[in-house]
């Protein structure tokens, strides 16, 4: 498309913006694999966004705590590409538009979730459950309003049908190993490390090897499902999932490295490495 449609279409506005948040958000979730894909309303959690400094932001917030709820955009800093077809993690492996689908793979990769309100401090809000990983900048704050935003009949296309296949009883037990049972008591007993409950979900659903859901078939002929900065082996009979083990999403070369510092559960990772030396992951997850 030459210059001049180019302006025309976009009515005299520059083909580049610029955007600059207006805080950061909180939320002690430091990989994917621990937000979920959409909030988990029935958990209790409080997340905290900042506004940053100087801007007279308290002002900007008054009014704002009589509110149950209000709207983030924001902006999925961690990815840097983007793709006309993507894989969703709910439902069969199958691709779809991504226009078609809330993937942050996306031409400009904005998100967008409403989230309960819990209370306004000065320039913070103090918010429940959000599907935000930890530092996500945030671009905007907006009311939500029953009234003009929810559509309860409204149609949501392929996504129906995955919605009534989860609301379906799960189709697969999920049980651990002695060593998976004892290495993940471990973790939460000695680094408050605890990633099971979101693996039995996933495996619960379905087990079988998603791009998107980090599980796949390894060249042993073991499967394996990357949750965050760990791994897990498991094996599928029938309509039984066994957890064979627990494994670090890095190896030891990577985590005792200089630059991997930030990786997160880095040092509980070489406390695992120390006890259960057979563990050690083959390469840096997602």
């Known amino acids: 498309m030459d210059r001049r449609r180019r302006a025309g279409?976009?009515?005299?506005?520059?083909?580049?913006?610029?955007?600059?948040?207006?805080?950061?958000?909180?939320?002690?979730?430091?990989?994917?694999f621990q937000a979920r894909h959409q909030p988990a309303e029935g958990e209790e959690e409080?997340?905290?966004?900042?506004?940053?400094?100087?801007?007279?932001?308290?002002q900007a917030l008054q009014d704002v705590a009589g509110f149950d709820r209000v709207w983030l955009l924001w902006w999925f800093h961690r990815n840097e590409t983007w793709r006309t077809r993507v894989m969703p993690p709910r439902g069969p492996a199958q691709r779809r538009g991504v226009f078609a689908t809330r993937s942050p793979h996306r031409p400009n990769?904005?998100?967008?979730?409403?989230?309960?309100?819990?209370?306004v401090?000065?320039?913070?809000?103090?918010?429940?459950?959000?599907?935000?990983?930890?530092?996500?900048?945030v671009f905007d704050v907006k009311p939500?309003?029953?009234?003009?935003?929810?559509?309860?009949?409204?149609?949501?296309?392929?996504i129906e049908e995955v919605d009534a296949a989860v609301n379906e009883p799960a189709g697969f037990a999920v049980v651990f190993s002695e060593l998976a049972a004892e290495q993940a008591a471990w973790l939460r007993a000695e680094?408050?490390?605890?990633?099971?409950?979101?693996?039995?979900e996933l495996l619960s659903r379905d087990p079988s090897p998603h791009r998107t859901r980090r599980i796949r078939k390894k060249t042993t002929g073991a499967m394996e499902i990357g949750?965050?900065?760990?791994?897990?082996?498991?094996?599928?009979?029938?309509?039984?999932?066994?957890?064979?083990?627990?494994?670090?999403?890095?190896?030891?070369?990577?985590?005792?490295?200089?630059?991997?510092?930030?990786?997160?559960?880095?040092?509980?990772?070489?406390?695992?490495?120390?006890?259960?030396?057979a563990g050690a992951g083959a390469g840096a997850p997602e």
């Not at 401090?121 to 900048?137: H, I, K, N, Q, W």
Request: hydrophobic letters at 40%.
């Open 144 to 158: 939500y309003v029953p009234a003009y935003d929810s559509f309860p009949e409204a149609k949501a296309g392929w």
């Open 9 to 32: 279409l976009l009515g005299g506005v520059s083909d580049s913006l610029t955007l600059k948040p207006i805080g950061f958000i909180r939320t002690g979730k430091h990989v994917k």
């Open 191 to 200: 680094w408050r490390v605890d990633f099971t409950p979101r693996l039995t």
């Open 46 to 58: 409080c997340n905290v966004l900042e506004l940053v400094p100087g801007m007279n932001f308290e």
């Open 109 to 119: 990769p904005l998100g967008m979730t409403p989230v309960r309100l819990l209370g």
């Open 227 to 277: 949750c965050g900065a760990w791994r897990a082996e498991f094996a599928v009979d029938g309509t039984t999932v066994t957890v064979t083990s627990l494994e670090t999403g890095y190896p030891l070369r990577f985590l005792t490295r200089e630059g991997y510092e930030a990786v997160p559960d880095r040092e509980a990772q070489v406390a695992f490495l120390a006890r259960w030396e």
């Open 121 to 137: 401090e000065g320039r913070t809000l103090l918010l429940g459950a959000c599907d935000l990983v930890d530092g996500t900048p």
